[in-house]
């Protein structure tokens, strides 16, 4: 399979427990993106990486919300001290450096439930 | 900040019927994109649209890039089952990598 891969695909927690979500890109995909989306509404962008580098990041980043690409391959988004509202899908996606903006790939995402 | 509105937010129609959506904004943009997401996936990019005027067509998909480059359109011509999904149009915030996304298009087709 060569698509993007997130893991795990489901989590449950309890409110102000830590989860960690993982994402493996398209492997010759050097761009990285993290976007959450709530029920009812589009995709919303969190960050996104170029190679390990981390470029851009959104003000919904609160500092609970970290994300990590450590060898510009596979990237981590942890959540610390979870909230009700953290509950989400959290979408990871990938694309080349030369794609025309847009052509992002996603993957099919891990949805979080915080009891 | 960018906010995209799209219409209808959601619709019914009857397998074979042709439909219609849009996706407006008060700012312009440059690229406009068109996503399909089914349940429990991550969306799918269908058509990308980069020069105002643009009109591009993916099998019974078409779409536009409207001229004032604040809206785009997407037509599906003889809907079939499959078609069922959320339709989204994105677009690219100017100097930055990020996408933003309207809220969506429900579509419901019954057989």
């Known amino acids: 399979d060569t698509g993007v891969s997130q893991d795990p695909r489901h989590k449950i927690t309890k409110r102000g427990q830590n989860v960690t979500f993982r994402c493996d890109p398209i492997?010759?995909?050097?761009?990285l993106y993290w976007y959450r989306q709530t029920l009812g509404q589009g995709p919303e962008f969190l960050t996104y990486?170029?190679?390990?580098?981390?470029?851009?990041k959104s003000r919904l980043l609160s500092d609970r919300f970290s994300a990590e690409r450590p060898k510009g391959s596979f990237s981590t988004l942890e959540i610390q001290r979870t909230e009700q509202g953290d509950s989400a899908m959290y979408l990871c996606a990938s694309s080349w450096t030369s794609a025309n903006t847009g052509e992002l790939f996603f993957g099919e995402g891990s949805r979080l439930t915080v009891l | 900040g960018q906010q995209l509105n799209q219409s209808p937010q959601s619709m019914f129609i009857q397998e074979g019927e042709d439909v219609s959506m849009n996706c407006t904004s008060s700012s312009i943009f440059n690229t406009w994109l068109w996503y399909k997401q089914d349940p429990g996936e991550g969306p799918v990019l269908l058509i990308a649209?980069?020069?105002?005027?643009e009109l591009t067509s993916n099998g019974r998909l078409t779409a536009q890039f409207g001229i004032t480059r604040k809206d785009s359109f997407l037509n599906i011509s003889a809907s079939i089952p499959s078609d069922v999904g959320i339709y989204f149009c994105?677009?690219?915030?100017?100097?930055?990598?990020?996408?933003?996304f309207g809220q969506g298009t429900r579509l419901t087709i019954n057989p």
């Open positions: 994105a677009t690219r915030v100017q100097g930055a990598q990020k996408l933003v």
């Open positions: 492997s010759e995909h050097n761009r």
């Open positions: 649209l980069y020069k105002a005027g």
């Open positions: 990486f170029q190679n390990e580098a981390q470029l851009e």
